[in-house]
């Protein structure tokens, strides 16, 4: 295993489109996190799973963004009908539950540039 | 005022001078984070910190609970260490409120 992976790395999309992402976290690790950055921001929380479970979602999270994690493995994370403000890198992250004593392992990130 | 500050926002060093990153944050935390970002977007995570230091190669964190604050430092720094290093703090089970970064450049 060599580490979290997402894919697409870019996507370029069209106003009004949908767009999916995937996540493919370390498999031994049972918590996965999806951030969003944008341009010269820090990372801002989205929603996480413990397992397949979708145990929290950022209030940034609108209705258009959707989430899923069917089998406690990979998880996707799909924007509906996109808008210029959905630009910005998507970072997935995984990690293990041990208590407060465990570490992030972030992915390589999708760059979504809506036209 | 920002929940994690850090100082400075950029710095340009000359290769092999020792650098050092502060973090500041004002709420109770589980664990701290340092992390790399390089310009393709990626983030590499150097560090997670609950107390006392650690060391890495040419990178050394320290974090003081008391005082709320840690250093990530860079002894010997090289062209590659540039990049923009994150302090992110654990807040709750599973949040990680983000510093807005420092954005190292190493002349060579």
């Known amino acids: 295993d060599t580490g979290v992976s997402q894919n697409p790395r870019h996507k370029i999309t069209k106003r009004g489109q949908n767009v999916t992402f995937r996540c493919d976290p370390i498999?031994?690790?049972?918590?996965l996190y999806w951030y969003r950055q944008t341009l010269g921001q820090g990372p801002e929380f989205l929603t996480y799973?413990?397992?397949?479970?979708?145990?929290?979602k950022s209030r940034l999270l609108s209705d258009r963004f959707s989430a899923e994690r069917p089998k406690g493995s990979f998880s996707t994370l799909e924007i509906q009908r996109t808008e210029q403000g959905d630009s910005a890198m998507y970072l997935c992250?995984?990690?293990?539950?041990?208590?407060?004593?465990?570490?992030?392992?972030f992915g390589s990130g999708t760059r979504l540039t809506v036209v | 005022k920002n929940e994690v500050e850090q100082s400075p926002q950029n710095l340009t060093a000359q290769e092999g001078e020792f650098i050092t990153i502060n973090c500041s944050y004002s709420?109770?935390?589980?664990?701290l984070h340092w992390l790399q970002q390089h310009p393709g977007g990626g983030i590499v995570s150097l560090f997670m910190?609950?107390?006392?230091?650690k060391k890495h190669g040419r990178l050394i964190a320290t974090i003081n609970i008391q005082e709320k604050h840690s250093s990530l430092h860079i002894t010997a720094s090289h062209p590659r260490d540039s990049a923009v290093y994150i302090c992110?703090?654990?807040?709750?089970?599973?949040?990680?409120?983000w510093g807005a970064g420092t954005k190292l450049i190493i002349k060579p």
């Open positions: 992250a995984s990690s293990l539950t041990q208590g407060f004593n465990y570490g992030y392992t």
């Open positions: 498999s031994e690790h049972n918590r």
């Open positions: 799973f413990q397992n397949e479970a979708q145990l929290e």
């Open positions: 709420v109770g935390i589980s664990a």
């Open positions: 910190l609950s107390s006392g230091k």
């Open positions: 992110a703090v654990r807040w709750g089970n599973y949040q990680l409120i």
